[in-house]
């Protein structure tokens, strides 16, 4: 997602790069590519305004910092742009005083609200609650037996109508849920509801009607990314038809411009809480407009990595790993092995790399990256012995041949790998130093 912004920004900045101070025809110049960097990443037209009247006003005023060169102070200037126009602070979720919490997803047919759901719901169980599902959907046909799939997956209860007792009434039903909900001890009910494929006056009734009988903690607009400017009307459909307090935006895996991301919370004034990006239950996560802005420009999202890796890791391993880099030396091509295996369990491993800092403009080499690499490496290394493993020095000539037949690579794979563990291993006591990790040369005492 927003890959066609990040690489026009990033060319703005650059060609600032070799100035020494700015002039107002180099501001302007400047604001003049912003502008046309957000026009053709599908923001909306008073969102662009706004936001190119703001850097420009900031650049020509007063900030002007000793320690930034001029390229820094726009990069500066932009970074908290982007943050204020997506939201600026994180909102998290409000639950209610007394449990149940409510929270109601509306939106069109397809924007992805059943699917939402699931994740949701999975989400807030790894949060320790005890979630509700709710299938007020009964327009669709299959939406209730998708809900239930969905339910099954993320192990959440699901309350759907049961056949000849108020099927066909969604608002009833959500009504007969939050007794459920009380009666079965769940702590937050999620309701989704009927989409249409346009905006409807029949289905914003409907959605309004469950709002009023269930009087929600919170009612999520739930928007397909991918439909651009057409979601700024939606959301403002909807707005006037419901009401909502927050936005989920979906599907911004597809979505190489953003211009709804950045155009949503501007227009209707309401901050976008979750962003999915992908078919799967873990592909969600809570929305961080600093973390965004971050990745628009390029300057990497180690916070989402960081909790990627804890999600996926226990504490032990990960006390095991750190222990192991501030250890050094003794870092083994078989801690190797077992540390990229651990990677590996994160998901894609081009997509982790994208969140590194300053790998956006290495895309291309990053979309050859393909698992089927690590494979290889595990490969190679399963053939060697242990004491090969432990002290890879000693692998010579012969023993490159035997590890290089043993796992169907070329000898010089083998070789090529051995490099690259010792080029690892240096830079990792450097890593630990610079990180200030206790015990390692130049860390912490
Ligand atoms: P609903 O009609 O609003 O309930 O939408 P669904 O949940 O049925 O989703 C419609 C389609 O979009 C389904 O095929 C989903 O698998 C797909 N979908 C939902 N969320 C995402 C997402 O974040 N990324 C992608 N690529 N597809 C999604």
């Not at 608002?171 to 989409?195: F, K, L, N, P, Y």
């Not at 901050?271 to 407009?289: C, N, Q, R, Y």
């Not at 790399?353 to 403009?361: A, N």
């Not at 000898?411 to 015990?439: D, S």
Request: hydrophobic share 45%.
């Amino acid at each position: 997602m927003f890959e066609t912004l990040s690489d026009r920004l990033t060319s703005v900045f650059s060609s600032l790069r070799a100035k020494g101070r700015l002039s107002d025809a180099d501001i302007d110049a400047t604001c003049r590519e912003i502008r046309i960097a957000l026009l053709e990443a599908d923001v909306a037209l008073p969102v662009v305004k706004a936001f190119v009247a703001q850097v420009k006003e900031r650049a020509r005023g007063a900030e002007v910092s000793q320690a930034l060169n001029p390229a820094q102070q726009v990069v500066k200037i932009v970074n908290d742009e982007l943050i204020q126009i997506l939201g600026g602070e994180t909102r998290r979720l409000r639950h209610a005083k007394t449990p149940p919490s409510v929270i109601m997803l509306a939106g069109l047919q397809g924007a992805g609200k059943t699917t939402l759901a699931g994740k949701l719901a999975r989400w807030l169980r790894e949060q320790g609650h005890v979630p509700l599902l709710v299938a007020c959907d009964l327009q669709r046909p299959n939406a209730v037996q998708q809900l239930q799939v969905m339910g099954e997956r993320a192990e959440v209860a699901v309350y759907a109508p049961e056949p000849g007792n108020g099927v066909g009434d969604p608002v009833e039903v959500a009504r007969r849920s939050i007794d459920h909900a009380v009666r079965q001890q769940h702590d937050v009910v999620v309701i989704d509801t009927a989409g249409r494929l346009g905006i409807d006056h029949e289905m914003m009734r409907q959605a309004a009607d469950i709002r009023a009988a269930v009087d929600p903690d919170e009612v999520l607009f739930v928007v397909d990314a991918m439909i651009g400017q057409d979601a700024v009307t939606t959301a403002q459909a909807f707005m006037d038809g419901v009401g909502f307090d927050g936005v989920v935006l979906t599907k911004l895996d597809g979505d190489a411009r953003g211009g709804a991301a950045l155009s949503v919370r501007h227009i209707t004034g309401k901050p976008i809480m979750f962003a999915s990006t992908g078919e799967k239950l873990d592909d969600f996560d809570v929305f961080h407009p600093d973390r965004m802005a971050s990745r628009i420009l390029d300057m990497g999202d180690i916070l989402t990595l960081i909790e990627q890796a804890q999600r996926t890791f226990d504490e032990q391993e990960a006390a095991k790993v750190a222990g192991k880099l501030a250890s050094g030396d003794n870092f083994t091509l078989e801690d190797f092995l077992e540390q990229m295996m651990m990677v590996r369990r994160m998901g894609p491993i081009k997509n982790l790399l994208g969140m590194m800092p300053g790998m956006g403009q290495m895309r291309d080499q990053l979309n050859e990256i393909d698992d089927r690499h690590l494979d290889r490496i595990a490969a190679i290394i399963r053939s060697m012995t242990p004491a090969e493993r432990t002290d890879p020095k000693i692998i010579n000539g012969s023993r490159r041949a035997r590890i290089a037949s043993g796992s169907g690579v070329t000898v010089t794979e083998v070789g090529n790998l051995v490099i690259r563990f010792f080029e690892a291993q240096k830079m990792m006591k450097r890593v630990a130093g610079g990180m200030g990790i206790p015990g390692m040369p130049g860390g912490r005492k």
